[in-house]
């Protein structure tokens, strides 16, 4: 018998922003469904920016990175896609005439123009020997880019967008946005896992909050969108739960069939 697939982003689902945890009914979730579902992360974040699911990496058998970009399955990378060499290009080029701070990621560091003033999440999320400050150096053309970041006002990312094509610009809300190749998306990813596990499509499950999981959650057999989530993005997925912070991921798992707490949980 195939098992049954699901894909979690991490950020305002299985992470909660607002208290800096994992709710502990996710933990819980996780810890009893992991056995009989492969539970794969799927979020816009690279591979070292994922340590703030420790407590439950045990439950996960794999990784949709940096927006589609990267496949990790069983700490073996399956996937990998470059961003467009002529867009990074551009990019660079016109952050550079703004001064504007931007981000550039490849599958084992960050680099950043520039970082007099970062912000308070970057400060948390980096580990010590990740983030490269450029200050006002040059970035390196050459290498093999997956993902970038522009912090910004949506605003201006829309300028940006319409300056280069070759790019794909996912908002985050209002403060910043992923950059990847237009050939970049979850669903990339989330088509690789299920060619690589064999998986069948009508056993594929996905959860999410942000607009870069529309896709993903539009893909999925059945879809959940937590309660935090946008209009537009919980108009994208078949049901939606609670908020993260109200017990979101344990009444998502538990709308899609995958959960059912026990009397003792209950009590």
Same mark, same amino acid.
């Given at each position: ?13 299985? #992470? ?14 996780? *810890?009893?469904? #992991? +056995?009989?579902?492969?539970?794969? /992360? &799927? ?8 340590h703030?699911i420790?407590? $439950? ?19 073996? /990378? ?7 060499k *002529?867009?990074? %290009?551009?990019?660079?080029?016109? =952050? ?5 701070? /931007? ?7 960050? #680099? ?11 400060k ?38 319409? !300056?280069?094509?070759?790019? !794909?610009?996912?908002?985050?809300? *209002? ?5 990847? *190749? &237009?050939?970049?998306? !979850?669903?990339?990813?989330? +088509? !690789?896992?299920?060619?690589?596990g ?8 996905? $959860? ?9 959650? +539009?893909? =999925?057999?059945?879809?959940?969108a ?6 537009? $993005? +919980?108009? %994208? =997925?078949?049901?939606v ?27």
């Amino acid at each position: 018998m195939k098992k049954r697939v699901l894909f979690l982003d991490i950020d305002g689902t299985l #992470y909660d922003g607002v208290n800096k945890c994992i709710p502990h009914s996710a933990k819980i979730a996780l *810890s009893k469904i #992991y +056995q009989d579902v492969d539970i794969y /992360i &799927c979020t816009g974040r690279p591979y070292y920016l994922v340590h703030n699911i420790d407590e $439950v990496r045990e439950y996960i058998k794999g990784y949709v990175l940096v927006n589609g970009g990267c496949v990790v399955i069983d700490d073996k /990378i399956v996937f990998e896609l470059e961003m467009e060499k *002529s867009g990074i %290009s551009k990019l660079i080029k016109e =952050a550079r005439m703004n001064d504007d701070l /931007i981000g550039l990621v490849t599958t084992s560091n960050i #680099y950043l123009y520039h970082m007099e003033n970062p912000h308070d999440w970057m400060k948390r999320s980096m580990k010590e020997n990740v983030l490269i400050d450029l200050k006002r150096g040059l970035f390196d053309e050459t290498l093999p880019y997956v993902m970038g970041w522009l912090f910004l006002g949506n605003d201006k990312i829309d300028e940006y967008k319409k !300056k280069i094509p070759e790019l !794909k610009f996912l908002k985050w809300g *209002s403060f910043g946005c992923d950059i990847t *190749s &237009c050939k970049t998306s !979850k669903t990339l990813g989330m +088509q !690789k896992v299920i060619e690589y596990g064999h998986y069948d499509i009508k056993d594929v499950y996905a $959860v999410g909050d942000g607009e870069n999981d529309v896709e993903m959650l +539009q893909m =999925a057999n059945l879809s959940c969108a937590m309660g935090n989530a946008t209009e537009e $993005v +919980q108009k %994208s =997925a078949n049901m939606v739960s609670k908020r993260v912070e109200n017990d979101g991921l344990e009444d998502a798992l538990i709308k899609l069939g995958l959960y059912k707490k026990s009397i003792n949980e209950i009590v």
